[in-house]
């Protein structure tokens, strides 16, 4: 486990761009936290890490926004999903098993078809503008990942 706090957003943006440096094809992240924890704005920074210059939003109307970095940025935000057959029909496994890195905000949807092995990252409020963000490797994909990280 690796322990961060951030004091804004564009720290939280930093953090993501770290992350994102050090993510490969076929990586997936799993990002818990509440509403406005800050899982869009990390993923913004992730996805800058990862060289994609396309600004990073929520995908309000679509399960999943495709941005093109080093390798492509899968960004799915399941807040509106009716239940994890509707992500089987959207092809997921071309995603999470494919070339790119997926970025997932409200993982729980997924529900049985949470990937065995993932990084798992959660975001609590901690006050105005200071977030408590940790990070877990799940699965030993992401062993060398998580001590990365941490030597940063
Ligand atoms: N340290 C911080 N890190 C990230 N965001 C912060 C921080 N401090 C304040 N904020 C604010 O919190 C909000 C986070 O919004 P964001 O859209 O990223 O949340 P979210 O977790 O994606 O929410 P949702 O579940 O609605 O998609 C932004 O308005 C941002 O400016
Ligand atoms: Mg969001």
New binding site residues.
Partial sequence: MVAFV????Q??VELGQKMGKLLNAGDIVLLY?G???????LTRGIALGLGARDMVT?PTYTLMHRYEGKVPVYHF?L?RLSGPDEVLDLGYEEFFYGDGVSIV??PERLEYLCPEEYVRVE?EIAGE???EITVDAVGDRYLRFEKELKGI
Avoid: F, Q
């Fill in positions: 951030t004091h804004s957003e720290e939280t936290g509403l406005g924890a800050g899982k869009t704005v929520s935000d807040y905000e409200w975001i503008g200071k977030r």
